[in-house]
């Protein structure tokens, strides 16, 4: 009987493999065009990035998507930034492509294609990185990928869904979420035909026994419903982090209160060096993610009423993306480069919010010890346990104030 069950199992197996929804070949050739040497990192406002975003634009022609930017697919802004010191603006490129269904509402499927360029921008953790190619085929070719294939898919499958799909690759996250920021601020399509924002970065790293983070868990009650079925399907492990507001560009959608979800695969030790290579990348792992994306997409089809949203104040379940046992509950403003750590958002509920800490704030001193970057912060938050208090100090406008705060 064992034998059967397994010998129908292999033919069930061989079966669901011919009839894979993504296949490997097609991801493994975007990686490795957007994260090979032509491209240079994918700098923003590079001609890197440039050249990335024709070539995302021409696939968005190519399935049929509708240019949904502000000049055809592109959505041009302005960014100023340091390079050796001296601030200059460019201009970076959202890339923005509709498929229409005709429906009422919206689903956002993003991710960033922008990279470190050469390293003369963005938080390298390579040595003397300076003039070397960072080719960030997790950070976050394997993204972009996933809301090309994810297009292709949707727009070819001869189903026309109850949703409209809005798929956005974002320019300028690695200097502080810009483009998603942009976006959010300067739509092209109204933000309350949104339902929902669905974004990936870095999903090219897939170990199976350490699963994928997903976060933005507690944005709505929808993605617990649906994703624990569909991750079994996959084989896929998973842990979650229930905060709306990370590292990435699924922030800037939940602070205009949009249920987020979220997808990655993890850190390693290639993240944001110069051997973030393609030939790293997990391929098969990657289109069994999409496939749980898809299915995702399509379960939010079948559902009776849009997700409904919830400021994600309930404690983070399972393990964080972080190596901290505690954190502050705060979204970094990245792009600032002065002394301390400036915040750009504040989760409910958490140490900071419960301190009093506000968006805007710069906190200059933590348990007793100055942060200079976001580094000394890290370093910080791995002395400190659950449950202790400490003092911070900050700046809010000219006013220095110290709060207690317990993690
Ligand atoms: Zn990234």
Known sequence: MRYLILSILALAGAVESFGQ????????????????????????????????????????????????????????????????GEAHDLTGRNVVGFLDNGAPKTIVIGAHYDHLGKGFQGSSLSPDSKNKIHNGADDNAS???????????????????????????????????????????KPTLPLNTFSAMINMDMIGRLDAQKGIIVSGWGTSKVWGKLIPDLAKRQNLKYTVDSSGVGASD???????????????????????KVSDDPDKINYEGEASILTLISELLEGLDKETAEPEFLTAGNP?????????????????????????LKIDGVSKARPAEKAGILAGDIITKLGGEPIGTIYDYMEILGK????????????????????????
Do not use: C, W
């Open 143 to 185: 993204g972009t990928t996933g809301v090309l294939e994810l297009a292709r898919y949707f727009a070819g499958n001869n189903v026309k869904e109850k949703h409209n799909y809005l798929f956005i690759t974002f320019s300028g996250e690695e200097l502080g979420l810009l483009g998603s920021k942009h976006y959010a601020e």
């Open 21 to 84: 929804r993504f296949q490997t070949a097609p991801i493994r050739k975007h990686i490795e065009f957007l994260a090979s040497d032509d491209l240079e990192g994918r700098g923003t406002a590079s001609l890197g990035e440039v050249r990335a975003a024709n070539y995302i634009a021409s696939a968005f022609k190519e399935i049929g998507l509708k240019p949904a930017g502000t000049k055809g697919y592109f959505q041009p802004f302005e960014v100023s930034f340091a390079i050796d």
């Open 250 to 272: 699924h922030t800037s959608f939940y602070l205009k209160n949009i249920p987020v979800v979220q997808f990655f695969t993890g850190g390693h030790g290639d993240y944001h």
């Open 316 to 340: 983070h379940s399972g393990t964080t993306t972080s190596n901290f046992k505690v954190t502050l509950g705060v979204m970094p403003d990245y792009s600032y480069t002065g002394k301390g």
């Open 384 to 407: 400190h346990e659950k449950g202790q208090t400490v003092e911070a100090e900050l700046q809010r406008g000219s006013e220095t104030k110290v709060v207690k705060v317990t993690f």
